[in-house]
């Protein structure tokens, strides 16, 4: 069994994921609404509790050329674990993101497969 769900949205960037105020730690509304669209996309999946590592592959269609794929990796597995598709995203042994052509209306494109190991 394998996973792949396109999300109507494209990751906020790392940098602007969370923000400070006085009374602490908080997500942005551009990652809460990317968190929505997450749980939207998931509807529900959930990774089997036999699979012990997974494989995550993120290609990004941007709105626009700019920004940095590494930047993107971190809030997708976050959205992917607030939304409840997995318990934690320890269990991700490989990750690879790219971008992907333009779209003006962004979207991303997430497959998740399953490992036997982390380090192989």
């Not at 607030?82 to 995203?89: Q, S």
């Amino acid at each position: 069994m394998n996973f792949e769900f396109t999300i109507d949205d494209v990751p906020p960037t790392a940098n602007r994921m969370w923000r400070r105020n006085r009374r602490g730690m908080y997500l942005t509304d551009e990652a809460r609404t990317f968190v929505t669209e997450v749980a939207f996309a998931v509807r529900g999946a959930r990774v089997p509790e036999s699979w012990k590592y997974c494989a995550v592959e993120i290609v990004v269609e941007p709105r626009r050329r700019s920004g940095d794929v590494d930047n993107r990796i971190k809030p997708t597995l976050d959205a992917l674990t607030k939304c409840g598709f997995w318990k934690d995203d320890d269990m991700v042994a490989f990750v690879s993101c790219c971008f992907g052509p333009v779209n003006r209306r962004g979207r991303t494109i997430v497959r998740i497969t399953k490992r036997d190991s982390k380090y192989d």
